[in-house]
């Protein structure tokens, strides 16, 4: 979904899909006007042990606006986005990435697994699939 939907993110789910009330309620309680940190969904996603992408449904049908993506992608104003190409990649990370690819692009999950198991912070593997000309998909809250 793009800026253009704001206000309309429960719409790309089906009326009969309802989100849990208690994570319903952790969003609620965690977002700071319309607004709610990935970091912040994530933790609830945690402590409620539920999925992202159960949260994600909780935020959109709220009409709550996701920010500061862990990757850097998206909600930063002014730009939207903070992730800068990288110098150079690392053979390993870019071995890495380009084996975890789907359709071309870099699964927002792999993103972070790759993180974990390369050492690096999130943002270095978004600044080295910006560096490669590699796009994210599928993030795992469903912002996009």
Not at 15 to 24: D, F, K, L
Request: glycine share 8%; with cysteine; proline share 7%.
């Amino acid at each position: 979904m793009t800026h253009l939907d704001k206000g309309k993110f429960a719409k790309k789910h089906p009326p009969e899909r309802r989100p849990i009330p208690e994570v319903t309620d952790a969003v609620q309680e965690r977002a700071e006007g319309n607004e709610i940190g990935c970091a912040a969904a994530f933790e609830i996603a945690a402590e409620k042990n539920v999925s992202p992408s159960e949260v994600g449904l909780a935020i959109d049908c709220l009409e709550v606006t996701i920010v500061r993506c862990q990757l850097g992608l998206f909600g930063y104003p002014p730009k939207r986005s903070i992730v800068e190409p990288a110098a150079s990649v690392d053979p390993g990370l870019e071995a890495a990435i380009r084996s975890s690819l789907v359709d071309g692009r870099l699964p927002c999950a792999s993103a972070w697994r790759i993180a974990g198991e390369q050492g690096v912070s999130k943002m270095a593997v978004s600044s080295a699939c910006e560096a490669l000309g590699i796009k994210i998909s599928s993030c795992q809250l469903g912002a996009f």
